[in-house]
Protein backbone atom coordinates (compact mmCIF):
# COMPACT_ATOMS: atom_id res chain seq x y z
CA UNK A 1 0.00 0.00 0.00
CA UNK A 2 1.10 3.21 -0.71
CA UNK A 3 0.85 5.77 1.96
CA UNK A 4 2.98 8.89 1.39
CA UNK A 5 2.88 11.07 -1.77
CA UNK A 6 6.22 10.83 -2.41
CA UNK A 7 5.53 6.69 -2.40
CA UNK A 8 2.68 7.82 -4.98
CA UNK A 9 5.00 9.87 -6.62
CA UNK A 10 7.85 7.34 -6.99
CA UNK A 11 5.43 4.39 -8.28
CA UNK A 12 4.05 6.59 -11.17
CA UNK A 13 7.29 7.98 -12.11
CA UNK A 14 9.34 4.54 -11.99
CA UNK A 15 6.03 2.58 -13.62
CA UNK A 16 4.31 4.82 -15.95
CA UNK A 17 6.13 8.58 -16.58
CA UNK A 18 9.74 8.36 -15.92
CA UNK A 19 9.97 12.36 -16.89
CA UNK A 20 8.21 13.00 -13.78
CA UNK A 21 9.26 16.05 -12.16
CA UNK A 22 7.71 17.87 -8.71
CA UNK A 23 6.45 20.62 -8.61
CA UNK A 24 8.56 23.43 -7.01
CA UNK A 25 6.55 24.98 -4.75
CA UNK A 26 5.12 23.42 -2.31
CA UNK A 27 1.44 24.64 -2.09
CA UNK A 28 1.05 25.02 -5.83
CA UNK A 29 -2.29 23.15 -7.04
CA UNK A 30 -0.42 20.61 -9.25
CA UNK A 31 2.23 18.16 -7.25
CA UNK A 32 3.95 16.88 -10.39
CA UNK A 33 4.37 17.39 -14.42
CA UNK A 34 5.13 15.48 -17.17
CA UNK A 35 6.48 17.51 -20.04
CA UNK A 36 6.44 14.27 -22.73
CA UNK A 37 3.25 13.29 -22.18
CA UNK A 38 1.93 16.97 -21.41
CA UNK A 39 0.28 16.32 -17.67
CA UNK A 40 -0.49 18.24 -14.84
CA UNK A 41 -0.83 15.83 -11.88
CA UNK A 42 -2.28 16.50 -8.41
CA UNK A 43 -1.44 13.37 -6.18
CA UNK A 44 -3.71 12.07 -2.93
CA UNK A 45 -3.36 9.28 -0.56
CA UNK A 46 -6.26 8.05 1.40
CA UNK A 47 -6.13 5.94 4.14
CA UNK A 48 -9.81 4.72 3.50
CA UNK A 49 -11.03 3.54 0.38
CA UNK A 50 -13.92 5.45 -0.80
CA UNK A 51 -16.35 4.52 -3.68
CA UNK A 52 -16.38 7.90 -4.41
CA UNK A 53 -12.89 10.01 -4.12
CA UNK A 54 -13.48 13.81 -3.22
CA UNK A 55 -11.79 17.07 -4.57
CA UNK A 56 -11.81 20.86 -4.02
CA UNK A 57 -13.53 22.86 -5.96
CA UNK A 58 -10.15 25.49 -5.67
CA UNK A 59 -7.99 22.41 -6.37
CA UNK A 60 -9.86 21.45 -9.05
CA UNK A 61 -10.27 24.53 -10.96
CA UNK A 62 -6.21 25.83 -10.41
CA UNK A 63 -5.30 22.33 -11.52
CA UNK A 64 -7.18 22.62 -14.93
CA UNK A 65 -6.89 26.40 -15.61
CA UNK A 66 -2.93 25.59 -15.20
CA UNK A 67 -3.25 22.87 -17.60
CA UNK A 68 -5.46 24.23 -20.20
CA UNK A 69 -3.13 27.83 -20.09
CA UNK A 70 -0.47 24.91 -21.01
CA UNK A 71 -1.93 22.90 -23.60
CA UNK A 72 -1.76 19.97 -20.96
CA UNK A 73 -3.92 17.28 -19.25
CA UNK A 74 -4.67 17.95 -15.95
CA UNK A 75 -5.01 14.40 -13.54
CA UNK A 76 -6.01 13.82 -10.36
CA UNK A 77 -4.53 10.67 -8.87
CA UNK A 78 -5.58 8.82 -5.56
CA UNK A 79 -4.19 6.32 -3.77
CA UNK A 80 -6.56 3.91 -1.37
CA UNK A 81 -5.28 0.82 0.42
CA UNK A 82 -7.83 -0.61 -2.50
CA UNK A 83 -5.52 0.99 -5.67
CA UNK A 84 -4.38 3.91 -7.42
CA UNK A 85 -7.23 5.70 -9.04
CA UNK A 86 -6.56 8.32 -11.96
CA UNK A 87 -8.89 10.84 -13.00
CA UNK A 88 -8.64 13.20 -16.56
CA UNK A 89 -10.73 16.09 -15.25
CA UNK A 90 -10.94 16.62 -18.84
CA UNK A 91 -12.78 13.93 -19.56
CA UNK A 92 -15.19 14.01 -16.24
CA UNK A 93 -18.34 16.06 -15.12
CA UNK A 94 -18.07 17.20 -12.30
CA UNK A 95 -20.86 18.49 -9.90
CA UNK A 96 -20.01 20.73 -6.81
CA UNK A 97 -21.61 20.18 -3.49
CA UNK A 98 -20.90 22.04 -0.03
CA UNK A 99 -20.11 19.44 2.86
CA UNK A 100 -18.69 20.06 6.39
CA UNK A 101 -14.92 18.72 6.20
CA UNK A 102 -12.23 19.04 8.51
CA UNK A 103 -9.71 22.22 7.76
CA UNK A 104 -7.25 20.60 7.35
CA UNK A 105 -6.88 16.56 5.92
CA UNK A 106 -3.18 15.71 7.32
CA UNK A 107 -3.77 17.89 11.04
CA UNK A 108 -6.27 16.98 13.73
CA UNK A 109 -8.42 18.94 15.74
CA UNK A 110 -8.86 21.70 13.12
CA UNK A 111 -12.46 21.66 12.89
CA UNK A 112 -15.08 21.33 10.16
CA UNK A 113 -15.75 24.12 7.83
CA UNK A 114 -17.62 24.19 4.62
CA UNK A 115 -15.82 23.27 1.61
CA UNK A 116 -17.15 23.00 -1.66
CA UNK A 117 -15.92 19.55 -3.53
CA UNK A 118 -16.96 17.36 -6.14
CA UNK A 119 -16.83 13.62 -5.74
CA UNK A 120 -15.40 11.68 -8.31
CA UNK A 121 -16.89 7.90 -8.72
CA UNK A 122 -13.69 4.98 -8.71
CA UNK A 123 -15.52 3.54 -11.75
CA UNK A 124 -14.80 6.31 -13.93
CA UNK A 125 -11.38 6.48 -13.24
CA UNK A 126 -8.10 4.28 -14.94
CA UNK A 127 -6.91 2.19 -12.14
CA UNK A 128 -2.73 1.77 -12.15
Known amino acids: MIDTEQELFNYIKGRYLEDLVKSEHLYEYHDCTSTLYRLHIELKC ?20 QAERLGFTPFYVNATPKGIYAFNLRKITVKWTTKKLPAKTEFEDQGLIDKTVALLPVGQAVQL
Open 46 to 65: RHRHYKDLIIEKDKYEALVQ
